[in-house]
């Protein structure tokens, strides 16, 4: 899976949106509601890093890999970045991230949930 497929897949996720970050203006952030669930760095060095939400024993699986790092200033709230996302298996991360944005979705409030999908 390449950044393009990655984003692809991040903004067709249902209520989902793509919005740069504001400031920094390096930081292109997918959101559902006010709920982050996974962001790109846009800028060098460190362009196209991805980071998102896992779960605490997830988190402690994944920093064990090369390439994966606990996500700047987030890390202690479980998130990682990956490096390089072309050198992981496109399933794996779809279901990490299909995770976080599960994740954001069981923390919006009860009148957004039932606009956004209806229950």
């Known amino acids: ?4 497929q ?3 897949f991040c903004r067709e996720l249902q209520g989902a949106s793509e919005q740069q970050w504001q400031p920094p203006y390096n930081v292109l952030v997918y ?3 006010k709920n982050n669930f996974a962001y790109f760095k846009t800028s060098e060095p460190e362009r196209w890093r991805f980071s998102f939400k896992v779960t605490p024993m997830r988190f402690v699986e994944l920093t064990g890999v090369p390439g994966v790092k606990p996500a ?3 890390g202690r709230y479980h998130w990682v970045t990956i490096v390089d996302i072309a050198s992981f298996p496109a399933d794996y991360l ?3 991230v299909q995770w976080s944005y ?3 979705r069981e923390r919006l409030p009860r009148a957004k949930r039932r606009e956004l999908f209806g229950q």
């Open 6 to 8: 990655l984003q692809k």
């Open 72 to 74: 700047r200033y987030r």
């Open 1 to 4: 899976m390449n950044v393009k």
């Open 102 to 104: 599960d994740y954001a």
């Open 94 to 96: 779809r279901e990490l």
């Open 31 to 33: 959101t559902l509601g």
